[in-house]
């Protein structure tokens, strides 16, 4: 059990239409704690993911972050999203906004701080993710690794309290995946609590404080990455394992 418990989820469960596709989920994430989910497609990893957010509602259940049951809608709603930020697979920048500017918004529309204050940030977060020299560039111009980069800097921007990540480099070409794995790395390293679906077995195994396999819709392993990828205990695991490792 997680020490300082940032996110719990308790006998989740969601349903699309006759589709069970989270059943009785109860994930802990503690403060400053890296899980990485991984299982095989179609287990529910993404929509987990997305609940936590509330991206997507579930049926029966309850989800708590810092304490606070998850709001329905409304400002409540605003209010936790700018807590708990999301990176997602597409990474859903404003084409006609500038780098600077799409990572200065939701801070400026959202927290109210002034431009300029907003501006000196998004600058700061550019250069953690290595991409300073391009804040005045338009997402177009960049590669897909580095518009994944400002897509962190953007969730950053809003100083949240926990990171989801929903299949970041799923979209990726393969030499760009190591350039977002290794912000996510050093963001791991910083303490960020972190959330994140990956088929990303290295990341997985490096960055992770726990690693949680889901298969139809359950978690069927939660453990330390050392011992679930040394000695995984389930037959769904050691099935999965053998597929992917052997690549």
Known sequence: MAVDPLIELRDVNKY?????VLQNINLTVGRGEVVVV????GSGKSTLCRTINRLETIESGHIIIDGRPLPEEGKGL?????????VFQSFNLFAHKTVLANVSLAPLKV???KKDECDARSRELLERVGLASQADKFPAQLSGGQQQRVAIARALAMDPKALLFDEPTSALDPEMINEVLEVMQQLAR???TM???THEMGFARSAANRV??????RIVED??????FTAPESERAKDFLSKILKH
């Open 16 to 20: 699309y239409g006759k589709l069970h």
């Open 111 to 113: 927290r109210k701080r």
């Open 78 to 86: 605003a209010q936790l999203r700018a807590e708990v930020g999301m």
């Open 212 to 217: 949680v396999f889901m298969a139809d819709g």
């Open 190 to 192: 910083d303490g960020m």
């Open 223 to 228: 453990r330390t990455p050392e011992a679930f």
């Open 38 to 41: 991984i299982g095989p497609s």
């Open 195 to 197: 959330v994140v679906v």
